[in-house]
C-alpha cells in the first residue's frame, strides 16, 4: 500500500491540555482509527533555538527531543494535520511518500 510517513518532533516534558504532547498525539491518532504509532526518544538534539539538549545520567531534566511516528493513508496524514493544527498545538512536523505492508 501507498501512504504517507507523518513524524513530529517536539520536547518530551511539552504539555497539550494537561496531558504530555505526545501523549495526546497518541490518543488523537488512536481515536481517529490510525493503526499505531510510536514515540522515540533522542540521546542529544537541537532545534530552531539553538540549545543543545542532552542525556546525561546526573541531569535528567526530561527535555529530550522525542519524535511521534505515524504511518498512515495520506486521507489520514490530512485529517491528522488539520487536527492539531485546529488544536493550536505548534510542531514541526515532516511527511515522506511511503509503500507499506504487513507479512504473512
Known amino acids: 500500500m501507498k501512504g504517507t510517513y507523518l513524524k513530529f518532533y517536539l520536547h518530551e516534558n511539552r504539555h497539550h491540555h494537561h496531558l504530555l504532547a505526545y501523549e495526546w498525539l497518541l ?19 537541537y532545534g530552531r533555538h539553538g540549545v543543545l539538549h542532552e542525556d546525561h545520567f546526573f541531569e535528567l531534566a526530561n527535555d529530550l527531543p522525542v519524535e511521534v511516528v505515524f504511518v498512515v493513508s495520506t486521507e489520514q496524514s490530512e485529517q491528522f ?16 511518500p511511503v509503500e507499506y505492508g504487513t507479512l504473512p
Open 27 to 45: 490518543e488523537q491518532a488512536r481515536s481517529l482509527g490510525i493503526q499505531g504509532g510510536s514515540v522515540f526518544k533522542s540521546i542529544a538534539g
Open 81 to 96: 494535520l488539520n487536527l492539531v493544527r485546529e488544536a493550536n498545538l505548534p510542531l514541526l512536523y515532516v511527511t515522506m
